[in-house]
């Protein structure tokens, strides 16, 4: 047997002129749990899909115990004995723990289903994977918390006999008992000798759980460790090639008392008691584990959601935002997390994305005005920087941090006073990221102020000026930056309470 | 020489652009279904009275698909239509009726008026049932069409009735200058009145965003649930206009008249290049579908295609026409 279970040599992948993977490595002994880390476009994701067969890449080798395979597909990958769990969970939500485990592999006579057969065959699965940690096998999966539909998904990739598991961001959305629960259940995998790859971008479960570590970096391979050798520290200075310090451009801030919105006990279906305030050229930042609560609060106040009570200033007025549209007319702008879901038109131009906001100021009597829709779009495509051949080109086309660009752009069109950004970098590589916080500087630098939902720490602490941090629906604490410690907010964020 | 390549590559590369331009595929197949018809049928079919014929069927439906296009583009569907036409048809003759035989020749502007309110309510109704329950399109505009329907047949006893006025008469049979039939002219003026509204106007943009992408579009401040009704009310309308475009044809009203009409008019959008998730397509290409459509009507009958064989071939061709479009953009 050879000495690693996975081993991926040279992988180069390159989509349309970006290299996405660079010569990238990656060695996996049996048995072991091995921690993939990387930062947003590090190119962890095209990694595992060129595994998964999902990508084929440019150059490169898979050797499975030392043998040379090729991924034709995630399915072939699957046989090849490689399984995937993504983020997204692959389950039907209203098929049941068992009808999903049996998904594509039914055990059937001409067709019809055996269910005895089939109940005991996933049950075994099921068993061994959850330890009655879940609820039921037979309700629709929809109805289990996400940990279960996790470990219904570990179960069902186990069926297909596979030898190594991929686990991508697993514990984004649990809760810390969940995580326990799913830490346990890949113990039990790596002591029946399954060999995990564990994709996280938080750095204490890595110590936590894993035996080693690879680092990527803007798609290169940076380094390959044990986890008992290093630190958090030298973690980071692997991920992100330079002290924290500059990944943040330098702040610009006015000194306004000026308060622009001014939120108060509002209650929603997720969260209640809310209160804030925020003053001109100011970045607050909003922050909490996932769930917890933080774009419900702002969708609230943009008027996507209803409120159950509350109030809403904005510059001393109290405002009833029954709907977005209203929203804009106060000035406010939304660029979502969900960025293709809910920011953009990907089938539409990226000039009709910037001035969708706007058509108001480029229209006259309903009609509109195409020069001056094309002069609006033309400048901010420029000032910000987007990389694409003109402002024709559908949007779908573009990058992630490009596409973010074109939502951003959208609200500066509209000329907003106050901007929420909700996860304003998830999923854009290093630089853009850079371009991103400094855009963000200019604005506040103009008077514009900004609400941020972040979950990565390190943007929190490196961009706003006063954190709120939510934990399950309430407000636990607010931090101003002088005091800002990970610790610090961290406990805010995991449930403890701010005293004084 | 220099310049000559320097031509042949712009050529080519407007040639490319023309392809790349995803309303080419039903004009590239109206041009082939033109040249083969010539062919097959080279004494009757080319001839200017022919295509005056066409153009004249192809405008009642045409007339349907301009609001079929609006619907379709905010990834809705109207299978009402049909029976708009038919009431809308039926009410007109019955009032232009009494009006007719006390010697009005007029274009009895009151009925008019009237049966478009009727086109336009009916979209009201179906655009509001869909857009304030979040219910599903299809089955609400079948449920509405089956009650108009209904109504109709009551209304009628279910048997043809009333008629039609000088004015309207010579709108169906008559042609502006003896070149241009009425009923095209018309449909053209609609066309031009409508593609203004999807293109340069805040409506327009609006209704492909929500199309597009309806959340995004709501939270850009975009009112989606009345922009969505108005394109049901616009949908109505112009049922209603195509339904007294019938009417001025048959010259009498007629219950059944206008069965097919929605299966044709959404085959025609479809084909022209709409998209039936919504936010892409517009009418240059759904002219291109209506033309088609009327064509094939037309060629089968001229080549005296068995009546049965013609609908499975216009199936087929239907088939053809969605196939050859291209995936993307």
């Given at each position: 047997?050879?000495?690693?279970?996975?081993?991926?040599?040279?992988?180069?992948?390159?989509?349309?002129?970006v290299i996405a993977l660079n010569q990238v490595n990656l060695k996996v002994r049996p048995g072991e749990i091995h921690a993939l880390i990387g930062e947003n476009g590090a190119g962890k994701s095209t990694l595992m899909k060129v595994l998964s067969g999902v990508y084929k890449p440019d150059d490169g080798k898979i050797l499975l115990n030392g043998k040379e395979v090729a991924m034709h597909n995630?399915?072939?990958?699957?046989?090849?004995?490689?399984?995937?769990?993504y983020q997204e969970l692959s389950l039907v939500p209203e098929l049941n723990a068992i009808q999903n485990l049996m998904l594509g592999q039914e055990k059937n006579t001409c067709g019809f289903i055996k269910g005895k057969e089939e109940n005991q065959f996933a049950k075994s699965y099921l068993d061994y994977v959850s330890h009655g940690a879940i609820d039921s096998y037979t309700v629709p999966v929809?109805?289990?918390?996400?940990?279960?539909?996790?470990?219904?998904?570990?179960?069902?990739?186990?069926?297909?006999?596979?030898?190594?598991?991929?686990?991508?961001?697993?514990?984004?959305?649990?809760?810390?008992?969940?995580?326990?629960?799913?830490?346990?259940?890949?113990?039990?995998?790596?002591?029946?000798?399954?060999?995990?790859?564990?994709?996280?971008?938080?750095?204490?479960?890595?110590?936590?759980l894993c035996d080693r570590v690879t680092v990527l970096r803007d798609g290169q391979y940076v380094a390959d460790e044990n986890i008992a050798d290093i630190d958090k520290d030298w973690l980071i200075s692997k991920m992100i090639g330079r002290d924290l310090k500059d990944t943040f451009p330098p702040r610009h801030r006015s000194d306004s008392r000026e308060v622009v919105l001014e939120v108060e006990?509002?209650?929603?279906?997720?969260?209640?008691?809310?209160?804030?305030?925020?003053?001109?050229?100011?970045?607050?930042?909003?922050?909490?584990?996932?769930?917890?609560?933080?774009?419900?609060?702002?969708?609230?106040?943009?008027?996507?959601?209803?409120?159950?009570?509350?109030?809403?200033?904005?510059?001393?007025?109290?405002?009833?935002?029954?709907?977005?549209?209203?929203?804009?007319?106060?000035?406010?702008?939304?660029?979502?997390?969900?960025?293709?879901?809910?920011?953009?038109?990907?089938?539409?131009?990226?000039?009709?994305?910037?001035?969708?906001?706007?058509?108001?100021?480029?229209?006259?009597?309903?009609?509109?005005?195409?020069?001056?829709?094309?002069?609006?779009?033309?400048?901010?495509?420029?000032?910000?920087?987007?990389?694409?051949?003109?402002?024709?080109?559908?949007?779908?086309?573009?990058?992630?941090?490009?596409?973010?660009?074109?939502?951003?752009?959208?609200?500066?069109?509209?000329?907003?006073?106050?901007?929420?950004?909700?996860?304003?970098?998830?999923?854009?590589?290093?630089?853009?990221?850079?371009?991103?916080?400094?855009?963000?500087?200019?604005?506040?630098?103009?008077?514009?102020?900004?609400?941020?939902?972040?979950?990565?720490?390190?943007?929190?602490?490196?961009?706003?000026?006063?954190?709120?941090?939510?934990?399950?629906?309430?407000?636990?604490?607010?931090?101003?930056?002088?005091?800002?410690?990970?610790?610090?907010?961290?406990?805010?964020?995991?449930?403890?309470?701010?005293?004084? | 020489?220099?310049?000559?390549?320097?031509?042949?590559?712009?050529?080519?590369?407007?040639?490319?652009?023309?392809?790349?331009?995803?309303?080419?595929?039903?004009?590239?197949?109206?041009?082939?279904?033109?040249?083969?018809?010539?062919?097959?049928?080279?004494?009757?079919?080319?001839?200017?009275?022919?295509?005056?014929?066409?153009?004249?069927?192809?405008?009642?439906?045409?007339?349907?698909?301009?609001?079929?296009?609006?619907?379709?583009?905010?990834?809705?569907?109207?299978?009402?239509?049909?029976?708009?036409?038919?009431?809308?048809?039926?009410?007109?003759?019955?009032?232009?009726?009494?009006?007719?035989?006390?010697?009005?020749?007029?274009?009895?502007?009151?009925?008019?008026?009237?049966?478009?309110?009727?086109?336009?309510?009916?979209?009201?109704?179906?655009?509001?049932?869909?857009?304030?329950?979040?219910?599903?399109?299809?089955?609400?505009?079948?449920?509405?069409?089956?009650?108009?329907?209904?109504?109709?047949?009551?209304?009628?006893?279910?048997?043809?009735?009333?008629?039609?006025?000088?004015?309207?008469?010579?709108?169906?049979?008559?042609?502006?200058?003896?070149?241009?039939?009425?009923?095209?002219?018309?449909?053209?003026?609609?066309?031009?009145?409508?593609?203004?509204?999807?293109?340069?106007?805040?409506?327009?943009?609006?209704?492909?965003?929500?199309?597009?992408?309806?959340?995004?579009?709501?939270?850009?401040?975009?009112?989606?649930?009345?922009?969505?009704?108005?394109?049901?009310?616009?949908?109505?309308?112009?049922?209603?206009?195509?339904?007294?475009?019938?009417?001025?044809?048959?010259?009498?009203?007629?219950?059944?008249?206008?069965?097919?009409?929605?299966?044709?008019?959404?085959?025609?959008?479809?084909?022209?290049?709409?998209?039936?998730?919504?936010?892409?397509?517009?009418?240059?290409?759904?002219?291109?579908?209506?033309?088609?459509?009327?064509?094939?009507?037309?060629?089968?009958?001229?080549?005296?295609?068995?009546?049965?064989?013609?609908?499975?071939?216009?199936?087929?061709?239907?088939?053809?026409?969605?196939?050859?479009?291209?995936?993307?953009?």
């Amino acid at each position: 047997m050879s000495e690693y279970a996975l081993e991926m040599q040279n992988i180069t992948k390159t989509f349309s002129k970006v290299i996405a993977l660079n010569q990238v490595n990656l060695k996996v002994r049996p048995g072991e749990i091995h921690a993939l880390i990387g930062e947003n476009g590090a190119g962890k994701s095209t990694l595992m899909k060129v595994l998964s067969g999902v990508y084929k890449p440019d150059d490169g080798k898979i050797l499975l115990n030392g043998k040379e395979v090729a991924m034709h597909n995630p399915k072939d990958a699957i046989k090849k004995g490689v399984a995937i769990i993504y983020q997204e969970l692959s389950l039907v939500p209203e098929l049941n723990a068992i009808q999903n485990l049996m998904l594509g592999q039914e055990k059937n006579t001409c067709g019809f289903i055996k269910g005895k057969e089939e109940n005991q065959f996933a049950k075994s699965y099921l068993d061994y994977v959850s330890h009655g940690a879940i609820d039921s096998y037979t309700v629709p999966v929809k109805h289990l918390s996400v940990a279960q539909q996790q470990m219904i998904d570990i179960a069902k990739a186990l069926s297909y006999n596979s030898k190594i598991i991929v686990m991508d961001e697993p514990t984004d959305s649990l809760t810390n008992r969940e995580i326990e629960i799913l830490f346990e259940c890949v113990r039990k995998l790596k002591e029946d000798g399954i060999t995990v790859i564990y994709i996280s971008h938080r750095l204490e479960e890595l110590f936590a759980l894993c035996d080693r570590v690879t680092v990527l970096r803007d798609g290169q391979y940076v380094a390959d460790e044990n986890i008992a050798d290093i630190d958090k520290d030298w973690l980071i200075s692997k991920m992100i090639g330079r002290d924290l310090k500059d990944t943040f451009p330098p702040r610009h801030r006015s000194d306004s008392r000026e308060v622009v919105l001014e939120v108060e006990g509002l209650t929603g279906e997720w969260f209640r008691d809310i209160s804030f305030k925020l003053k001109k050229g100011e970045i607050l930042g909003l922050t909490g584990l996932v769930g917890a609560g933080r774009t419900e609060v702002l969708r609230t106040i943009f008027g996507a959601d209803k409120a159950k009570s509350g109030t809403v200033k904005i510059c001393g007025e109290k405002v009833d935002i029954h709907h977005p549209s209203k929203a804009l007319k106060y000035g406010l702008g939304f660029a979502t997390e969900d960025r293709k879901a809910q920011g953009l038109f990907l089938n539409q131009s990226i000039e009709k994305n910037i001035t969708m906001a706007s058509l108001n100021k480029i229209s006259k009597a309903g009609f509109l005005n195409k020069p001056k829709e094309i002069n609006m779009s033309a400048s901010y495509f420029k000032s910000l920087n987007v990389a694409a051949p003109d402002t024709k080109k559908l949007c779908k086309y573009l990058s992630g941090g490009n596409q973010q660009k074109v939502v951003l752009a959208k609200w500066l069109a509209s000329e907003c006073k106050i901007l929420f950004l909700d996860e304003p970098t998830r999923g854009i590589d290093v630089g853009a990221k850079y371009e991103i916080y400094q855009l963000m500087d200019q604005l506040v630098q103009q008077g514009v102020s900004i609400v941020m939902i972040s979950s990565e720490m390190p943007e929190v602490m490196g961009v706003a000026d006063r954190v709120v941090v939510m934990h399950e629906g309430n407000m636990t604490g607010e931090v101003m930056q002088k005091e800002f410690t990970e610790e610090g907010i961290m406990k805010l964020a995991s449930g403890e309470r701010k005293i004084g | 020489m220099g310049k000559e390549t320097a031509n042949i590559a712009g050529k080519s590369s407007v040639i490319k652009r023309i392809l790349r331009n995803p309303i080419s595929g039903p004009y590239i197949a109206l041009i082939l279904l033109f040249i083969i018809s010539s062919i097959a049928s080279p004494e009757i079919f080319p001839t200017f009275s022919n295509v005056a014929n066409i153009l004249r069927q192809a405008s009642v439906m045409g007339m349907v698909s301009i609001g079929m296009t609006v619907v379709l583009l905010v990834a809705g569907i109207d299978l009402s239509v049909t029976y708009i036409m038919a009431i809308c048809a039926c009410v007109m003759a019955n009032m232009m009726e009494k009006s007719a035989a006390a010697g009005n020749n007029g274009m009895a502007i009151g009925a008019l008026i009237f049966v478009l309110l009727i086109g336009c309510l009916v979209g009201l109704v179906n655009g509001s049932i869909i857009v304030l329950r979040g219910a599903e399109p299809f089955i609400i505009t079948l449920g509405t069409g089956q009650v108009i329907k209904g109504i109709t047949y009551i209304y009628t006893k279910g048997a043809p009735g009333g008629t039609v006025t000088e004015f309207w008469k010579n709108f169906g049979s008559e042609s502006f200058l003896n070149l241009i039939p009425y009923a095209v002219l018309l449909y053209a003026v609609m066309m031009v009145v409508f593609m203004i509204l999807l293109h340069k106007t805040v409506y327009g943009r609006h209704i492909y965003a929500i199309g597009s992408n309806e959340e995004a579009a709501r939270l850009t401040g975009i009112k989606v649930k009345i922009n969505k009704i108005i394109a049901y009310v616009l949908c109505g309308f112009t049922a209603a206009l195509a339904g007294v475009m019938l009417l001025a044809r048959v010259r009498v009203g007629e219950p059944n008249g206008s069965s097919g009409y929605d299966m044709d008019a959404i085959a025609a959008v479809v084909i022209g290049g709409t998209a039936m998730s919504g936010g892409r397509g517009n009418l240059a290409g759904t002219l291109a579908g209506v033309l088609i459509m009327a064509i094939m009507n037309n060629i089968l009958n001229l080549v005296g295609a068995d009546p049965n064989l013609q609908i499975v071939i216009k199936g087929l061709i239907i088939l053809v026409a969605v196939l050859i479009q291209r995936k993307d953009d």
